[in-house]
């Protein structure tokens, strides 16, 4: 049974450019959930979806970042015209429940602006 | 603003030691707790949840709740070098996501 995955590993982008996070939850899992990571910092909640319904964003960047869950495929957390601050590793992770009572975590990406 | 404070660290035991490591929460509404260890580099890995007051034991690892006081520690017995590593304490409290510390990083040395 295949954990949660996430693609790419590492992201390279320069300062502008656009990046896209996938994210594919467990077998079985309809509820994913994007978190951030900066050095040395813990994980900070981004955003919570079901599929195609984003459930709650609190956690969100007003600008620039977004997400989706469609009905087939992966999840995707988009970053547009990224700076060097959004250098940080997000991780994805997936629940079989509803309201997130156990999460599992993806390897994560680890994205690097330069 | 709900928020998880765990000690920083670093944590440094013997191995063979028991290792301790201490969390407290500010939202009393707080319902789930799970500790996650993260090796340097890697994802959190879940290894310990815990739901009501008391202790809860899990091989050598044991999670104590106290909801009163707000405080959720993890033991850890007979530590081994393997268990170096950052361990991150989570709650859950009400809302869709979890809210983290920033984790205590122990080294369990041989």
């Known amino acids: 049974n295949a954990g949660v995955m996430q693609n790419p590993r590492h992201l390279v982008r320069r300062r502008g450019q656009e990046a896209r996070l996938r994210c594919s939850p467990m077998?079985?899992?309809?509820?994913v959930y994007w978190y951030r990571q900066l050095p040395e910092e813990g994980l900070k909640f981004m955003v919570y979806l079901q599929k195609e319904n984003i459930i709650d964003e609190s956690g969100m960047p007003k600008e620039r970042f977004s997400a989706e869950f469609p009905k087939e495929g992966p999840s995707i957390l988009r970053i547009q015209q990224v700076v060097r601050g959004d250098s940080a590793a997000y991780f994805c992770?997936?629940?079989?429940?509803?309201?997130?009572?156990?999460?599992?975590f993806g390897p994560g990406t680890r994205l690097t602006v330069l | 603003q709900k928020e998880v404070e765990q000690n920083s660290g670093p944590l440094s035991v013997p191995e063979g030691a028991i290792a301790s490591l201490n969390c407290t929460y500010s939202?009393?509404?707080?319902?789930?707790f799970f500790w996650y260890r993260q090796y340097s580099g890697k994802s959190p890995e879940l290894i310990m949840s815990i739901y009501s007051n008391g202790d809860k034991e899990d091989g050598r690892f044991t999670a104590q709740l106290n909801k009163a006081s707000q405080y959720v520690s993890l033991l850890i017995r007979d530590s081994q070098p393997s268990d170096s590593a950052t361990y991150l304490c989570?709650?859950?409290?009400?809302?869709?996501?979890?809210?983290f510390g920033t984790g205590t990083r122990l080294t369990v040395i041989p």
């Open positions: 989570a709650v859950k409290s009400g809302a869709n996501n979890l809210f």
């Open positions: 992770a997936s629940s079989p429940l509803a309201g997130g009572d156990t999460q599992y």
């Open positions: 077998k079985g899992h309809s509820h």
């Open positions: 939202d009393r509404g707080s319902q789930s």
